[in-house]
């Protein structure tokens, strides 16, 4: 009688169990948190010698947030080559996600965008974020998630990586969104899911 489309109905209740939706299953769940044990002794411990182990973690720890769920929602590409750069994951919405217009409820996204992950013993530097703001750049991605432990370099909001994210978001209206570990312990510790996290940093970004 009120003309609800099928899209609406699948909308309406991805929004009333979004929860359900948005955080991790069971099973990835309890991949994520063992191997977040793991990365996150090898930092407190400092095995300089494992750094390529500590790099595939962060890569698999990174890949279960984008990827898993009782519905996943985004689908990955590992180590995508173009013609002048590698790009560690290229994100695109699935097939059901885009029925359900859940693309449209976080449009931020855009149809796809570009994650790097930097397993540094410190924190990312501006040369590394400017990078790969030409990298998104180039690809004409209006969002990037740079993954890594100690988070981007900056004293202050302005100054250094930190500051470099947000000129170019006032100036380009292109998005980097730092991941680092304490949002990587955030979901360890069930407070919260990737996507809303998400969704945070870019509008404080935004409206910074």
């Not at 590394?128 to 202050?156: D, H, M, P, Q, T």
Request: charged fraction near 25%.
């Amino acid at each position: 009688q009120n003309e609800i489309t099928l899209q609406e109905v699948i909308k309406y209740s991805f929004e009333e169990n979004a929860n359900r939706f948005l955080g991790l299953d069971t099973n990835s769940y309890n991949k994520y948190c063992s191997l977040y044990k793991k990365l996150d002794d090898a930092h407190k411990e400092k095995k300089d010698c494992n750094s390529t182990l500590k790099g595939n973690l962060l890569e698999t720890l990174s890949s279960i947030l984008l990827s898993s769920g009782e519905m996943p929602l985004l689908e990955i590409m590992r180590n995508k080559r173009t013609s002048t750069n590698e790009i560690d994951l290229l994100v695109e919405w699935t097939a059901e996600a885009k029925f359900a217009s859940i693309h449209n409820i976080y449009s931020f996204f855009g149809d796809c965008f570009l994650c790097e992950c930097k397993n540094y013993n410190g924190r990312v530097s501006v040369t590394y974020v400017g990078k790969f703001y030409s990298l998104l750049n180039v690809s004409r991605s209006k969002l990037g998630i740079l993954f890594s432990w100690e988070g981007v370099s900056g004293r202050s909001k302005w100054s250094d990586a930190n500051g470099l994210i947000k000129k170019i978001a006032l100036k380009e209206g292109i998005y980097i969104i730092d991941f680092n570990k304490d949002d990587f312990k955030d979901v360890y510790d069930n407070k919260i899911d990737f996507y809303s996290i998400i969704k945070n940093k870019y509008m404080a970004l935004k409206n910074d």
